[in-house]
């Protein structure tokens, strides 16, 4: 991985557990709680629902290991958030995203990475930092996040994998 991540992406307070039946109900209380902390706009759950209904997001892991979960990356416009972090959410239960590279294909999602980025200039960046940290952790250490049952240990995890 090329350099040390900037210590500031990731906040203990802005990494979540959630239970919910589906996308529009994690994505609606997630954004409640970015609302709250004041990381995102009003308007952050509208556009974050439709652009994940026009730019899909999910992420196959099998490619990497059959054993993972796949992940979902969400995001929108950074003119929709007050600031520049990656949002864990472990979820308690698989719910449906469509795939990243072939969208007519379902994927039962366990993990989100939402990124929240108001620097234009910086998505794709942020996007491949945590691609690289997906492909490159041991799977030791990708075990570990994706059965974590609390944010404090998702959260030391990422810090601690994100700084390699």
Do not use: C, W
């Amino acid at each position: 991985m090329a350099e040390v991540l900037e210590n500031d992406l990731f906040d203990s307070k802005l990494v979540f557990v959630e239970d919910g039946d589906d996308q529009d109900t994690i994505f609606k209380q997630v954004s409640d709680q970015l609302l709250a902390a004041n990381a995102v706009k009003p308007d952050f759950y509208q556009h974050l629902s439709e652009r994940e209904k026009a730019y899909p997001t999910g992420i196959d892991m099998s490619v990497v290991n059959h054993e993972y979960p796949n992940v979902a990356i969400p995001h929108t416009e950074g003119e929709f958030v007050n600031v520049r972090k990656v949002v864990p959410i472990r979820l308690e239960k698989p719910i449906e995203f469509a795939n990243m590279i072939a969208p007519d294909q379902k994927l039962q999602v366990s993990f989100l990475f939402m990124i929240l980025n108001n620097d234009p200039e910086g998505q794709a960046n942020v996007l491949a930092q945590i691609m690289d940290f997906l492909t490159t952790s041991s799977a030791e250490t990708l075990e570990k996040l994706f059965k974590a049952e609390d944010p404090a240990t998702i959260y030391n995890i990422l810090v601690a994998g994100f700084k390699k």
